[in-house]
């Protein structure tokens, strides 16, 4: 990635108290100029897509709130963010609520707009249905398909529901379908929790895709599994979608589809920052965010922070180009 002058970066909260001004992602600048970012933040407040629990179109608003908190250094990738990358928060995406495919052109021009522009786009979701048209904006800058590394408790390969094509259960499927990623080189991690029937996951299985259940990445453990998303994604261009129900309903009750048996905030920074470290970045989304049930707002918290980690993978690699 092109190295651009640091023109974006947060507010100071050493000079003005994090709980003032208006409320950006980290108190960042906002505003659609991208020829001075090197990434975009941006809100899809959408989730017509449900099947369950509405809400998560409150999402990239509760994330925000919950990042005002975070500062500019990152211990884990020892960077200090906006040394490195100007980052800006974009908006919100205006989306149509109730009309799922004109939200996803909305959705998907928006997301085009911003890659053809040289930015990572960096998403607050909304629902995971918001991932395909995303996919689709981003593969259509680029001008190829991406490895897709997925973290979530449900595979979301399934056609469609209720006679319907998209929902939050179907956009890797029809992400499959489109070719906008690359099973051969795409992950998922953590899937986990009761199915529709025993042979649910046969589809993305059949077509490439690799699966870490959650019951065997508990088994396997944190080494284990990163070596097996590294070797998989093998220095290919990369998109992270995170769906914040990955983690344990105690550590993401704010969440659409909770389930058990998941993981913790500390095992999701480890995997991410162990699997994503010099990556090929390319973009990411962070869904599934839904404050009404969100105790002292922990799964907004989660979202803000495993977002402030993938910014600072961007930086650290950033750092590193400089440096060799």
């Not at 995303?134 to 469609?160: N, Q, W």
């Amino acid at each position: 990635m092109p190295v651009k002058k640091i023109v974006y970066q947060p507010v100071d909260s050493l000079q003005s108290p994090r709980f003032s001004g208006v409320r950006t992602y980290m108190r960042l600048p906002h505003g659609q100029e991208l020829e001075d970012a090197d990434v975009a933040v941006f809100g899809v407040p959408f989730d017509t897509g449900v099947s369950f629990r509405p809400g998560a179109r409150f999402g990239p608003a509760a994330i925000r709130d919950e990042s005002s908190i975070l500062k500019p250094y990152c211990p884990l990738t020892d960077v200090n963010i906006f040394e490195n990358i100007s980052v800006l928060d974009y908006g919100d995406i205006n989306t149509v609520p109730g009309y799922i495919e004109d939200s996803f052109q909305r959705i998907e021009a928006n997301m085009e707009d911003i890659c053809r522009a040289g930015v990572i786009p960096v998403c607050m979701g909304g629902d995971h249905s918001i991932s395909l048209p995303l996919l689709r904006g981003l593969t259509k800058a680029l001008g190829t398909p991406v490895s897709l590394l997925h973290f979530d408790a449900h595979s979301d390969t399934i056609p469609g529901y209720f006679g319907q094509k998209y929902n939050h259960g179907t956009p890797f499927y029809w992400a499959i379908e489109e070719g906008l990623i690359d099973p051969e080189h795409s992950i998922q991690v953590g899937i986990r929790g009761p199915l529709y029937s025993k042979d649910a996951l046969d589809y993305p299985k059949n077509k490439g895709l690799e699966i870490i259940t959650g019951p065997q990445l508990h088994e396997k453990g944190i080494d284990e599994s990163v070596k097996a998303i590294r070797k998989r994604i093998k220095g290919q261009p990369v998109y992270v979608s995170f769906d914040v129900d990955f983690l344990d309903a105690a550590y993401a009750p704010g969440t659409g589809t909770p389930e058990i048996g998941g993981f913790t905030t500390h095992q999701a920074l480890q995997l991410m920052v162990r699997s994503c470290l010099g990556m090929d970045l390319k973009g990411m989304d962070l869904v599934e965010v839904m404050p009404a049930q969100d105790n002292a707002g922990i799964t907004a918290l989660a979202g803000a922070s495993l977002i402030h980690l993938f910014l600072a993978l961007v930086a650290k690699g950033v750092e590193s180009q400089s440096e060799s």
